[in-house]
């Protein structure tokens, strides 16, 4: 029976049966595969970092210094320890009008760091690694290779960070609890933690995180942290995180968590796809074998080993398509490696065998779920067929059928995304897009029935009755385009769109420069310079960091706020500020601005509804020891896309009078003044200099690197789509030859017939064109108004282009697949019939 299964197969391959299926099973495979070694590499280097991500075995952080009681409790139980200091801060490189300046992320360590993990340390750019188990000298910094190329300088140059200078002995090649590589953080500047305090930068106001680094027995590590965690919940301490190798980097996860699921969502879509064309590819298969299978059974052959024998086959197709598609993944992931750039790192670990696996077994199940069913109904096909050709093919339980096909792909999806609601979510919108398509593609055509008797051109209404006469191959045709132009518009006009509105929104004359950490005393001599360099109005305001402690009375615990960003702004500090009149861009929705000397409190309204805050509720926030309490008079609306410094609340400024504070300024530099930020660190090393435009531009580049990656696996959907398209076409070939040869018998001409099957094929793609753009514009715009919040203007060009783009796919697909049908002559296509 194998054997027999074999010649089959091969004289099925000869005869082009088996090609489409192989190649829609290969672009399925490798969609969802190219994602699985993509993140299973990810998840390797996270693994084979893990110590790296700490330092440490336990890491305990918080924006205030430690307690020296947990530092004392953790040697008392034989625990080693180290401390590390990091913040941002302006490193300044250069003499005079030659001072150059830029934003560093500043690490004080202590002797012993790290507590686990190496650090690597080069002597000049690109030069080999050493690995080191020191810290730097006293008077010496270890740098990024992107500070020396910021500030044009080299090794054994000096670079000043606040009242003091250092000598830059060693630059920075691998350092521990810097995270794996997905985001570029501020170039790192590292010091002793004894030369910390020489340079003035840490003081009232500063926003500095504070971390204790344990290492030890796995016993001991986890009975000090049980005692940490019961400390803090007994005080109620705020500000302070525990992280583990378990949980660290618990962010980082996150993301990658994230982008696994996007990534996946846009593979499953391919698959999706791609499941449908395997299915119709059935489908043709089995209508194409009828007449062989009833001769196997006038033969002597039995259900079962009529079954056997194209399952076998198939089995065969499925398994040497998907392990080709698996390969196509793997050598598709690099790609996706390299679209990403600098977002990832590219010293990963090789990636494994199980995402190939993974691979296989998808394709197989794909498969089954939906070409299985028709093959089937190939076992019911009655004996008389041999003389009865015209008898219909079984339809016996295609529900049934089919139903094991959908039931088989929603396992997949739960298998892929990982996710239960996720995947629900998405076969849901996948079904309702299908639904919405397949409707209105049933209401063009109900409308088209009244064109056709109006119009006298044959060649228009052979077309137009064509596509009433197989309405159930017209819809899918439609269907199938638009949902894979839908995605490709998606990603090409609308994302320009969306980058366009969001430019659009943020003011021609935005600030393009933060100054921050500004001392009381300074504030006279900096506002001069600001106005010296034609910036007019410079405002700037007070900025105090507190932590809200009670709200009406009643303490924040832990367990206040179940939702994750609701805890998060309650553990951390807030940037408050004060002031007498509304701060521009500001604009109250509730309540009064404060008017008298009594305490009061101005809450910006995003921030309310998160808290559950409302007029009349009373804050009580603890600055620096000093508790402030004030009740909320108003609520804010804030422009956020302003760039203006913004501040979630504004307290009275009768009630912070004796409170700790810098001060905060944001402005547009003239390109004429551009080293105006250089010059105000050079002469206040305590300043921070933000430049807004260079920090946009560098997340603006990271979205144009996921971008191009995600466009890059949307080129699977469409190939995808156009398989489902050339599918449906074709399913309808040897209908359309039939047809074609009655006419030509009756009188038609081939110009005639040709013309209509080009105007079937402008007819369908411009549909299916429209549907997508309508579909792509929808969602534009529902990610502009839920999510980007700025205003949307919907472009006529989406639909231009959208059903320019779906003709010409039509055409070609049609091209390819129909392009025989009227290449035959008449009598013979009669004598098959």
Request: glycine share 8%; aromatic share 8%.
């Amino acid at each position: 029976m194998i054997l027999q299964s074999l010649r089959m197969t091969q004289r099925d391959w000869r005869a082009g049966e088996l090609r489409f299926l192989l190649v829609a099973l290969i672009v399925a495979v490798a969609a969802l595969s190219s994602v699985g070694f993509f993140v299973d590499r990810m998840r390797a280097g996270l693994t084979r970092d893990a110590h790296q991500l700490l330092g440490a075995d336990l890491l305990v952080a918080a924006d205030q210094p430690l307690s020296s009681g947990w530092r004392a409790e953790a040697q008392r139980r034989g625990l080693t320890i180290a401390d590390t200091v990091v913040f941002p801060s302006m490193a300044l490189a250069g003499d005079g009008d030659d001072a150059r300046s830029q934003l560093a992320s500043l690490k004080a360590v202590s002797p012993g760091y790290p507590l686990r993990g190496t650090l690597s340390i080069a002597n000049t750019a690109g030069g080999p690694d050493s690995v080191t188990r020191t810290i730097p000298a006293a008077g010496t910094v270890w740098v990024d290779p992107n500070i020396l190329t910021a500030l044009n300088i080299q090794v054994g140059a000096h670079l000043k960070l606040g009242d003091r200078t250092f000598t830059i002995a060693h630059i920075l090649s691998v350092e521990p609890d810097r995270g794996s590589g997905f985001v570029n953080f501020s170039p790192r500047v590292m010091l002793a933690l004894a030369d910390l305090a020489s340079t003035h930068l840490v003081q009232d106001g500063s926003r500095v995180t504070y971390r204790l680094l344990l290492s030890g027995a796995v016993p001991q590590v986890q009975a000090f942290q049980a005692w940490v965690e019961t400390e803090i919940a007994r005080d109620n301490v705020k500000g302070v995180r525990i992280e583990s190798l378990e949980t660290g980097r618990p962010e980082m996860r996150a993301t990658l968590d994230r982008a696994q699921q996007f990534l996946s969502l846009v593979g499953l879509l391919s698959a999706m796809l791609a499941a449908v064309a395997v299915a119709m590819a059935a489908r043709r298969f089995m209508l194409r074998h009828l007449d062989a299978c009833a001769m196997l059974r006038c033969l002597g052959l039995t259900q079962n080993q009529v079954t056997q024998l194209y399952l076998y086959e198939f089995l065969l197709i499925g398994l040497i398509g998907s392990i080709i598609g698996a390969l196509v993944g793997y050598v598709a992931h690099f790609v996706l490696l390299e679209s990403l750039g600098k977002f990832v790192s590219h010293d990963l670990p090789s990636a494994s065998i199980v995402p190939g696996v993974q691979g296989v077994v998808t394709g197989l199940l794909l498969l089954v779920g939906f070409a299985l069913p028709p093959i089937l109904q190939l076992r019911n096909v009655p004996h008389n067929r041999v003389i009865r050709r015209e008898q219909d093919a079984p339809q016996v339980a295609v529900v049934a059928t089919y139903g094991l096909g959908t039931l088989t792909f929603v396992g997949l999806l739960l298998w892929q995304a990982g996710d239960a609601k996720l995947a629900l979510l998405t076969a849901l919108g996948f079904l309702g897009c299908f639904i919405v398509f397949g409707f209105s593609s049933w209401l063009a055509l109900k409308s088209l029935r009244r064109l056709r008797g109006a119009l006298q051109n044959p060649s228009w209404r052979f077309a137009l009755t064509g596509l009433q006469r197989r309405p159930g191959a017209t819809i899918v045709q439609i269907v199938a385009l638009a949902l894979g132009l839908m995605a490709l518009l998606l990603l090409t006009v609308i994302r320009g769109d969306l980058i366009g509105a969001w430019r659009q929104s943020t003011p021609a004359d935005a600030p393009n420069r933060f100054v921050i950490n500004i001392q009381p005393d300074q504030l006279a001599d900096i506002n001069r310079r600001l106005v010296a360099a034609d910036i007019t109005q410079p405002n700037l305001y007070p900025m105090i960091r507190g932590r809200l402690i009670e709200i009406n009375g009643n303490p924040i615990k832990p367990d206040t706020y179940q939702d994750d960003r609701a805890k998060r702004l309650v553990e951390r500090e807030f940037n408050l500020s004060t002031m007498a009149a509304v701060p521009p861009k500001n604009q109250i929705v509730a309540g009064r601005w404060y008017k008298d000397d009594q305490p009061e409190a101005s809450v910006e309204e995003g921030l309310a509804k998160t808290l559950h805050l409302k007029l009349g509720d009373k804050l009580t926030f603890d600055i620096a020891g000093q508790t402030v309490s004030a009740p909320i008079t108003s609520l804010r609306k804030l422009e956020w896309g302003s760039m203006q410094v913004n501040f979630f609340v504004i307290l009275n400024p009768k009630v912070m009078v004796n409170t700790p504070q810098t001060w905060i300024t944001a402005f547009r530099l003239p390109p004429l003044h551009g080293n105006l930020g250089n010059q105000l660190t050079r002469d206040f090393p305590n300043l921070t200099v933000v430049d807004i435009g260079s920090i946009i531009q560098q997340l603006q580049d990271v979205v144009d690197q996921v971008v191009a990656a995600v466009e890059f696996l949307f080129l699977f959907t469409l190939a995808s789509g156009g398989l489902v398209l050339y599918a449906a076409l074709l399913s309808s070939q040897d209908e359309r030859t039939r047809e074609a040869g009655l006419l030509r018998a009756l009188g038609a001409t081939r110009r005639q017939l040709s013309h209509a099957q080009w105007i079937e094929f402008a007819l369908i793609g411009s549909l299916a064109g429209f549907l997508a753009a309508t579909g792509a514009a929808a969602t534009g715009w529902a990610l502009a108004h839920y999510v980007f919040s700025f205003t949307w203007t919907f472009s006529p060009f989406i639909w231009i282009a959208g059903m320019v783009i779906g003709a010409t796919c039509t055409f070609l697909g049609g091209w390819i697949s129909l392009r025989g049908v009227l290449s035959r002559p008449p009598l013979e296509t009669l004598r098959e019939a």
